[in-house]
């Protein structure tokens, strides 16, 4: 078989940022995969399950209810290798027009408090599964060391 495009990104050399992995086009319409990087890959400590979790949730809401994007939402999900999370959203875009939208996605999670939306029985399959401070100091570390300066070097894939 044929190996995909996304395992023949270089992870060796690849920092935290907000890339663009693909775009597809299914029936002349535009979906963008973006990959929301927020380890540095295979250098540093991956995420723990509980804190994705979290990020997931919490993310998803917040996209889910946001009133400019909310209808281009396809998908949000963490990274099966717990470095980040993929974003999908309908429309041909670049890393760029996304970094708002991704900035406040990870001050809503940095500063939240409450109750984790969707964090219950009937609403989640592993519901205990939660742990909100970590999910805090991690979006707090991605807004603070790569968001809030963010380069063309950590926008876009090297080639
Ligand atoms: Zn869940």
């Known amino acids: ?19 663009v992995s693909r775009v597809d086009n299914y029936a002349g319409a535009y979906i963008t995969t973006f990959d929301l990087r927020m380890t540095a ?22 996209l889910r209810n946001n009133e400019e994007w909310a209808d281009k939402v396809v998908y949000f ?5 717990r470095t980040g999370c993929y974003m999908l959203l309908a429309g041909e875009l670049t890393s760029r027009d996304v970094v708002p939208l991704v900035t406040g996605m990870f001050e809503f ?10 964090a219950a ?17 991690l979006a707090k570390r991605y807004l603070d060391n790569t968001l809030y300066n963010i380069t063309e070097k950590h926008l876009v894939y090297p080639e």
């Not at 999900?77 to 290798?81: I, K, L």
Request: aromatic residues 8%; proline residues 7%; contains cysteine.
């Open 77 to 81: 999900g963490p990274m099966g290798c």
């Open 121 to 137: 029985a009937r609403d989640c399959g592993n519901y205990l599964d939660q742990n909100l401070d970590m999910a805090k100091w």
């Open 109 to 118: 999670i940095r500063d939240f408090e409450g109750d984790i939306p969707g």
């Open 41 to 62: 890959p295979n250098r540093e400590p991956v995420m723990n399950t509980a804190e994705l979790h979290t990020i997931e949730h919490l993310a998803a809401t917040y």
């Open 1 to 19: 078989m044929e190996k995909i495009t996304s395992f023949t990104i270089n992870h060796l050399d690849l920092e935290p940022g907000v890339y």
